[in-house]
């Protein structure tokens, strides 16, 4: 995708207790309110969520973009409509693209070890 990605989004939480936070996410500037089922969870992107070890592919888990898409697609086409998002690839990528340096797994941060 070219140019900048009109999705931004964060996880409320760093550090310890990952699994206390909720996902914030724009569009173009504009707060999106995720459905409730993913408000508060991981995504299941694809990643390394190792704190001792964070560069042993053996620890990787999640899906990588395009099934992550494929998988998606129902509940993230309902979100982008609602928005006004144009439904086109770009987008899905680009929501991929920006949620998944943020996803996080239970133990990722060690703070329930």
């Given at each position: ?34 459905p ?11 990643a ?52 998944n ?13």
């Amino acid at each position: 995708m070219a140019g900048d990605n009109p999705f931004k989004a964060a996880w409320s939480r760093s550090g310890n207790l990952l699994c206390h936070g909720h996902w914030i996410i724009h569009w173009n500037g504009e707060a999106l309110e995720l459905p409730e089922p993913r408000r508060e969870k991981d995504m299941g992107t694809w990643a390394i969520y190792n704190i001792m070890d964070p560069d042993d592919e053996i620890f990787a888990q999640g899906l990588k973009e395009d099934e992550w898409i494929i998988e998606h697609v129902d509940w993230l086409t309902d979100l982008f409509f609602d928005n006004g998002i144009p439904l086109e690839t770009d987008n899905y990528r680009a929501f991929y693209q920006a949620i998944n340096p943020h996803d996080w797994r239970c133990t990722s941060c060690a703070g329930c070890m």
